[in-house]
């Protein structure tokens, strides 16, 4: 089944790698993957949408929440969000055609973002399944060329971001000299 | 520029190279051993090291650089450090942190890497270390500006040795290391994202010592997670406390010490009947730091059909990740058996009797498992049973010796026959089951230990994927007995060959071993080569009491199978115990 995943991460050298990494090592299908920089430009937002057996639905979470660059991994499918996708296409359109375009286009409050007299560039945002149905339509008007964005989510019930705190660096060394003391017991 | 040949630490603000840095930052962490091997672009590291106090250990290839570093760990419980150069030296390194990796060993390793301004030009020994090495790795870095390479190098230390533990890699630009920066000391490591679940919830734990005085027939069925953590003593309290029948996995042998009346034995596809069919019949698995490993399962759906498992880990992932786990924990083992352990005692008057008759009967079918199967320890006149040779190295050994393996039938053999009374003296290949990493390992672990008996015991396959570190050996001098059990075939793969391919043995046959006495001598100690029974105890004791390294080649019957044995995807209860047997001679 779909899984909608949403990640805040550091926006740290490899950290990108890392989560596409992850997903591959441990055979998840991506269907689709999105990411950009968050109002801190020290962190990137990621919509990630894998297609996995749903009793490994907590794994891949905990999986992704296991890499130190990622500050937080939320599953969104059953939870309250938003998610939107947007479709650039161009489409052919004989002279004959071109009103019928528009009209559609506008039924599904798509933007003509270009025209010429081979056809049109549109942009359209929905959900993936309102999508498919407008580029099936555009479809049948003649030839077209797709570019999808990948799904975009937000969710509704913000959970609180548990970050770990500093720690100051004789923690670990004590520790390991407490280590030590057992051993030479 | 500063010198740093003191034990003192530097004052901030000194004016250092990047070397001397990480010098600094190595000696902060606590190291003084590095295993490793120089090369073009660790050349101002290793001037540095130089008139440095810090120890290098030069091994012969790199990937024994990085086993090295693991027997070191796996001795003591420390990180260890290794080091190479970039390109090949790098490389070479990938073997060993997949398999520190797999064991949740920590190992930092440190890497040249090719100048800043060159990275992605396919310069002389250019090799994208940072991106080949992310997967063999619980983290790594790359260092980007020199000033940067205090907070990295505490980090990676932090990263490796804390949570479940695991190997670091930072990958250093040549130029790094010779760029000059006012020496800042870092105070605190900060990782927003780097979570430790370390205490346990108190409610689970409560719930958890409600189910193992409730349960008829518990087994506690322990791991390499009690020995990282440190937490053998609670194991113990806990198991003496509630009288748990205990089973420890490959990586745990220790844990539980061997010679403890609860402890039964190692399960799995070469565990002994006993811990098997205990593991098949139990109604409440307490799994601590164990990962429910195919090799201990066998095929999963008749793993432990009557049981529900309480699992305690510190990694959240290995929860439910194989065996859904009707009672998680998620905390550092010690931590939590601390908890476990008082509340079982708080429960203790009330719970005690509720099912002391059915655990009295349980333990009553286990002790007859044991005694109507017991893991056998073989002989014969005329050839030295491999069984022979590790009753042998266990008579020796009496529980308190470190013993490394290289991967084969002899790493089973030593599982199963050699005792370990004491975590930590069992040091094997486990997860990533890496032929090469007895012989390297044990010089860490020698290096690290040097007034313990150290033996290293090696197939005469997986050995001679090692032999160049004869010469480390030699070098430093180290008492390692090195055993080869040597059947003249790649054993392991010989037996599946025999059992499953109709004995079409391809490709494991091992003509042409070198000459014992002559291989030890050329590097300067004793070896020598026996096949005959009566000849194994003396051969042995005399190994043990030569003061230096000494090489015993062990012949022994070419064509002995390891049992018991679940086949792959077997179901544990229907394991295969022994081959048609001639009659044994005592
Ligand atoms: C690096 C590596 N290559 C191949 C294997 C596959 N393998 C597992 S056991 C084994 C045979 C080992 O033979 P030997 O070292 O003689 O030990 P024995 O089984 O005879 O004790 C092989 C080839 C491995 N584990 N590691």
């Known amino acids: 089944m779909l899984q909608t995943l949403s990640l805040l991460l550091e926006n740290k050298p490899g950290a990108l790698m890392r989560v596409v990494g992850v997903l591959a090592a441990r055979n998840y299908n991506v269907e689709s993957l999105t990411v950009a920089r968050t109002i801190d430009e020290t962190l990137s937002r990621m919509t990630i949408v894998v297609d996995v057996e749903s009793k490994v639905r907590a794994q891949v979470v905990k999986q992704l929440n296991k890499l130190v660059n990622v500050l937080q991994a939320q599953d969104l499918t059953e939870e309250r969000s938003v998610a939107r996708e947007m479709v650039l296409l161009r489409v052919r359109a004989e002279m004959a055609n071109r009103t019928a375009i528009l009209k559609e286009a506008e039924i599904f409050q798509a933007r003509v973002v270009d025209s010429s007299v081979e056809g049109f560039a549109i942009e359209c945002t929905g959900d993936p399944e309102k999508l498919d149905e407008f580029v099936d339509l555009m479809r049948s008007y003649g030839e077209i060329e797709v570019t999808r964005s990948g799904l975009v989510a937000v969710t509704l019930e913000p959970k609180k971001l548990r970050l770990a705190s500093p720690v100051p660096m004789g923690a670990a060394e004590e520790e390991e000299e407490q280590q030590e003391r057992v051993l030479s017991k | ?586």
């Open chain 2, 1 to 586: 520029m500063a010198s740093t040949t003191t034990t003192q630490p530097i004052a901030a603000g000194t004016l250092l190279s990047g070397s001397q840095i990480l010098l600094e930052c190595l000696r902060r962490e606590g190291v003084d051993l590095i295993f490793g091997y120089p090369g073009g672009v660790t050349l101002p590291f290793y001037d540095a090291m130089y008139d440095h106090e810090i120890q290098h250990v030069l091994v012969r290839h790199e990937q024994n650089a990085a086993f090295a570093a693991q027997g070191y760990s796996r001795a003591t419980g420390k990180v260890g450090v290794c080091c190479a150069t970039s390109g090949p030296g790098a490389m070479n390194l990938v073997t060993g942190l997949v398999d520190a990796m797999m064991d949740s060993i920590p190992v930092v390793a440190i890497t040249g890497q090719v100048t800043s301004k060159l990275i992605g030009t396919d310069a002389f020994q250019e090799a994208d270390t940072f991106g080949i090495t992310r997967p063999a790795t619980k983290h790594n870095f790359m260092v980007k500006h020199v000033s940067e390479l205090p907070r990295i190098i505490h980090e990676a230390f932090y990263l490796a040795s804390t949570g479940r533990p695991g190997p670091v890699l930072v990958d250093i630009p040549k130029d790094i290391f010779q760029a000059s920066s006012h020496y800042q000391p870092v105070d605190s490591i900060h990782l927003p994202g780097y979570k430790l679940y370390t205490e346990g919830h108190t409610g689970q734990i409560r719930r958890a010592a409600q189910m193992i005085w409730e349960s008829e027939r518990p087994m506690v069925y322990a791991g390499g997670g009690i020995i990282h953590s440190h937490a053998h003593d609670e194991l113990k309290e806990l198991v003496e406390l509630a009288d748990l029948p205990t089973v420890n996995t490959l990586m745990g042998l220790g844990a539980l010490p061997g010679n403890h009346r609860n402890f039964i034995s190692m399960p799995g596809m070469h565990g002994s009947y006993a811990a098997n069919m205990g593991m098949y019949n139990t109604d409440l698995i307490i799994a601590l730091g164990v990962r429910f490993d195919d090799r201990v399962t066998g095929r999963l759906a008749a793993f432990a059909p009557h049981a529900k498992v309480i699992h305690v880990d510190i990694d959240p992932s290995e929860i439910s990740k194989i065996r859904n786990a009707e009672l998680p924990i998620v905390g550092d083992a010690k931590k939590v058996l601390q908890k476990l352990n008082r509340v079982m005692r708080e429960l203790e008057p009330e719970m005690r009797a509720l099912k002391s008759n059915q655990r009295a009967e349980w333990w009553n079918t286990i002790r007859g498992w044991m005694e109507e199967h017991p893991l056998k320890h073989e002989f014969s006149i005329d050839q030295i049973k491999p069984q022979h040779l590790m009753a042998e190295i266990n008579r020796i050994s009496n529980g308190e010796a470190i013993v490394t393996t290289d991967v084969g039938q002899h790493q089973m053999w030593a599982a199963q026959l050699i005792r370990y009374d004491h975590p930590r003296l069992w040091i094997n290949s486990g997860g990533l089951g890496t032929m090469g990493f007895g012989l390297p390992s044990a010089i860490g672990a020698q290096m690290a230990c040097p007034d313990k008996l150290v033996f290293t015991i090696c197939g005469d396959g997986g050995f001679q994927m090692s032999i160049p570190e004869f010469a480390t050996i030699a070098n430093h001098k180290l008492p390692i007995k090195i055993i080869v059990m040597n059947n003249g075939y790649l054993g392991m793969v010989r037996q599946w060959q025999e059992l499953f391919y109709n004995n079409r043995l391809s490709q494991v046959t091992l003509d042409s071993f070198p000459d014992a006495t002559m291989l030890a001598g050329a590097y300067g100690f004793k070896g020598r080569t026996i096949d005959k029974p009566e000849e194994l105890r003396a051969a042995l004791e005399e190994a043990v009491n030569e003061p230096g390294p000494y090489f015993l080649n062990v012949r022994v019957t070419p064509t002995e199978n390891v049992y018991p044995m679940v086949p792959a995807g077997g179901a544990i209860n229907e394991m295969v115990l022994t081959p048609p047997q001639p009659v044994a001679v005592a």
